[in-house]
């Protein structure tokens, strides 16, 4: 009887220590992002442009609604807030707040393409512990022109931000891995 015990206590001390060492850290895993919003406000006034991702489902199953609820004015100036959360959990979890809170680890990247580049630039107005950007709050300028093409938004998990261009939203030289990319329609009237 005291080979079971001492058995049967070798093998859970075993479990327990294969146990401890998973890497179970939540604060790593990659957070399921089910809706974004990306509101625009024109500095001055008018109606603001909210541009929205929503994926109820998750990855795979039904396809994410993606909208923008009208054009962007020319030659404005507007302060983006970008607001992330998986409305999928009960309750739902404020990814926003995950952002700041591991702002260092996080970049917004706001990629303009067709008619629509070189017509819109971004400039980011928050910033993490080390001073680089980040992109929940940005200011977006249109320019004088009226176009259209596709916004793309990417957020990045752990980019180098020291790399050439980074802090500036190039993403080229970024790397690090992507949490979520969206194309938004974006019209400039």
């Known amino acids: 009887m005291k080979k079971f015990f001492l058995f049967f206590f070798t093998a859970l001390l075993l479990t327990s220590q294969m146990v401890s060492c998973i890497d179970d850290d939540p ?3 990659q957070e399921l992002i089910t809706k974004v919003t990306f509101t625009l406000t024109p500095d001055v006034s008018g109606t603001p442009v909210v541009l929205q991702f929503v994926d109820s489902d998750g990855d795979g199953g039904n396809p994410p609604v993606i909208t923008t609820s ?11 807030e970008i607001l992330v959360s998986n409305e999928a959990a009960m309750p739902p979890v ?7 809170e591991e702002s260092d680890d996080h970049q917004f990247f706001f ?12 400039q980011y107005a928050d910033i993490d512990n080390n001073g680089n950007p980040v992109g929940l709050l940005t200011d977006v300028h249109t320019h004088q022109t009226s176009s259209g093409g596709k ?4 957020l990045r998990h752990e980019p180098n931000k020291t790399a050439s261009g980074v802090n500036q939203g ?8 992507t949490d979520i990319e969206i194309e938004f329609n974006v019209n400039i009237e």
Do not use: C, M, Q, R
């Not at 009208?70 to 983006?80: A, D, E, F, M």
């Not at 916004?151 to 990417?154: C, F, G, Q, T």
């Open 170 to 177: 190039n993403i080229a030289n970024a790397g690090g891995e």
């Open 70 to 80: 009208g054009p962007l004015k020319n030659s404005t100036l507007y302060h983006g």
């Open 27 to 29: 604060e790593n895993e």
């Open 94 to 100: 404020d990814i926003t707040t995950e952002i700041k």
């Open 111 to 122: 990629i303009p393409s067709g008619d629509l580049d070189g017509k819109i630039s971004f």
């Open 151 to 154: 916004l793309k938004i990417v």
